[in-house]
C-alpha cells in the first residue's frame, strides 16, 4: 500500500519561500512520475509541477513557472517543492501524488493513483 506523507508547509509573507517534502512509501519509489497539487478554499485541486521517474523531466502550470522547483531524491525516497517568491494566491492545501503506472498526462489529475493528506501553505501579511 503506497503512503505519502507531505510536510513543510506553514504561513509564510509575501514574497517568501518554503520547501515541501514528500515521504514515499510502498512500491518503487523510483519507478514512478511524481507530483503536486493544490486546492484554494471553494476551489478544484489544481495542477502545480511534476517529475518523471527518472527525474530527467519537470512539468509546471504557468502559474508556477520561475517560482517554484521539483526535484526528487531516490535515495530517500522523497520529493521535494521549493516554492519562493510566494504570493497570497498560492495559499492552498498542496498534495503531493504518485502517477500511475504506464500514465503519460502528469498535468491531469486522472493519471495519478495515490495522493497524501495535504500541507497547508498560507501566504499572508
Known amino acids: 500500500q503506497v503512503q505519502l506523507v507531505e510536510s513543510g508547509g506553514g504561513l509564510v509573507q509575501p514574497g517568501g519561500s518554503l520547501r515541501l517534502s514528500c515521504a514515499a512509501s510502498?512500491?518503487?519509489?523510483?519507478?514512478?512520475?511524481m507530483g503536486w497539487f493544490r486546492q484554494a478554499p471553494g476551489k478544484e485541486r489544481e495542477f502545480v509541477a511534476a517529475i518523471s521517474w527518472s527525474g530527467e523531466s519537470t512539468y509546471y502550470a504557468d502559474s508556477v513557472k520561475g517560482r517554484f522547483t521539483i526535484s526528487r531524491d531516490h535515495a530517500k525516497n522523497t520529493v521535494f517543492l521549493q516554492i519562493q517568491s510566494l504570493k497570497p494566491e498560492d495559499t492552498a492545501l498542496y498534495y503531493c501524488?504518485?502517477?500511475?503506472?504506464?500514465?503519460?498526462?502528469?498535468?491531469?489529475?486522472?493519471?495519478?493513483?495515490?495522493w497524501g493528506q495535504g500541507t497547508q501553505v498560507t501566504v499572508s501579511s
Open positions: 501524488a504518485q502517477g500511475a503506472q504506464g500514465g503519460t498526462d502528469w498535468y491531469s489529475l486522472e493519471e495519478y493513483d495515490s
Open positions: 510502498g512500491r518503487t519509489f523510483s519507478s514512478y512520475a
